[in-house]
């Protein structure tokens, strides 16, 4: 679902029933206020883009270890001062975008990396 | 925890440095970090241990040099290094196999370091023993900086 470059602020509490959803594209929308609540439920989710949409360490959700089909997530042009934390539990993760933004450290949330 | 992680793009941010546990991502392809404050104090030195890295850009930073290790990532195929201050490489850099793209434009006081006398492993006490600490660096590389003491233990890489 791509709904990118519109003047949304906020998704309805349905989304959360988009169970089969592979690719969430919300870029470009101040949602600022927006909690993004119905993410965890989105268990068949892909690819998350979020590009300039405001997120912030307190609209970012906390527990997304569910989404383990989630392999591409892209955070870039939100201001975040470092990584949220509850993208380190996204175990198959394999691009993350987090280009312009205000990261001053990535130290917290690294050291839980398995020692191979 | 990111064990299948290939891509990571920090570009455009505040990153002064970056961790070390960054290094044990082995699955990592492609590390962008243009446009950020990293000088070579904030490479790991572990750096080397991404075996399957491909693409390290780190543009328009403040890197006076990078570690040795990152030209032991064997994988690695383009190196941008632009707009830093970078005075040297370490002349391992000669030795990255499958190096096709290197960007080293806009570092208007580099000077490249010689091949190695000897390209091969095993050629002998020089090469065992090259002191890779910034300071001795930029020493050869012809900056002002008085020659350290002389140390005690010479330690012999496992390359």
């Not at chain 2, 970090?33 to 000088?39: G, I, T, W, Y």
């Not at chain 2, 890779?132 to 010479?154: H, M, W």
Request: proline content about 7%; aromatic content about 4%.
């Amino acid at each position: 679902m791509d709904l990118s470059n519109n003047n949304l602020e906020t998704l309805p509490p349905q989304t959360r029933r988009l169970a089969n959803l592979q690719t969430l594209t919300l870029n470009n929308n101040p949602l600022g206020h927006f909690q993004l609540r119905q993410l965890p439920s989105l268990l068949n989710l892909e690819t998350l883009q979020m590009r300039n949409t405001q997120r912030n360490l307190g609209n970012f959700p906390t527990n997304l270890e569910n989404l383990i089909l989630l392999t591409e997530v892209d955070l870039a042009q939100n201001a975040l001062p470092k990584l949220p934390d509850s993208l380190y539990s996204l175990v198959n993760l394999k691009r993350l975008n987090l280009s312009e933004n205000e990261i001053t450290e990535l130290s917290i949330g690294m050291y839980i990396l398995n020692d191979d | 925890m990111w064990q299948k992680l290939e891509t990571l793009n920090l570009s455009h941010n505040k990153l002064t440095s970056l961790p070390g546990s960054l290094c044990k991502i082995s699955t990592l392809r492609r590390l962008y970090v243009n446009d950020n404050k990293l000088d070579f104090e904030g490479i790991p030195a572990g750096i080397g241990k991404l075996g399957s890295l491909e693409i390290f850009s780190a543009a328009n930073n403040q890197l006076e040099m990078i570690p040795e290790g990152l030209c032991r990532c064997g994988s690695l195929k383009k190196l941008n290094l632009s707009s830093n201050r970078l005075i040297t490489l370490p002349d391992t850099i000669h030795l990255i196999h499958d190096l096709v793209a290197v960007d080293l434009r806009n570092n208007p006081d580099l000077i490249m370091p010689p091949k190695p006398a000897e390209m091969t492993r095993g050629a002998g006490l020089e090469f065992y023993n090259i002191d890779f600490s910034l300071q001795n660096q930029l020493r050869l590389a012809g900056a002002n900086i008085p020659a350290p003491a002389p140390t005690q233990s010479i330690s012999i890489r496992k390359l």
